[in-house]
């Protein structure tokens, strides 16, 4: 995460908005990248259980909808209760 979080702030500084899904959210929160969802799923599934469009397509667009913030640094937590 931390390599990712640092070419999140490169890119960002270029005027382009970023966003990742992290699985480790107390690493994540001393990374401190411009925009994270914390997911409540193991290490390998970051979209949640395999063969769930439902879920997999709720989280994604939890994801990009950060796109859209500029109060960054964004550590959102995604909760199971949204599907």
């Known amino acids: 995460m931390q390599t990712v979080g ?3 702030q490169i ?5 382009i908005p970023t966003a990742s899904i992290t699985l480790l959210e107390g690493i994540t929160r001393k990374i ?4 994270a969802l914390a997911v409540p799923y193991p290490l390998g599934f970051p979209l949640g259980e395999a063969h ?3 879920l997999q397509t709720t ?3 939890a994801l990009l909808a950060l796109l859209e913030r500029t109060d960054v640094p964004i550590l959102e937590t ?3 209760s949204n599907v």
């Open 6 to 8: 640092l070419a999140q």
């Open 11 to 15: 890119i960002e500084h270029r005027g």
């Open 32 to 35: 401190r990248p411009p925009r």
């Open 52 to 54: 769930n469009a439902d």
């Open 59 to 61: 989280i994604l667009r």
């Open 78 to 80: 995604y909760e199971r």
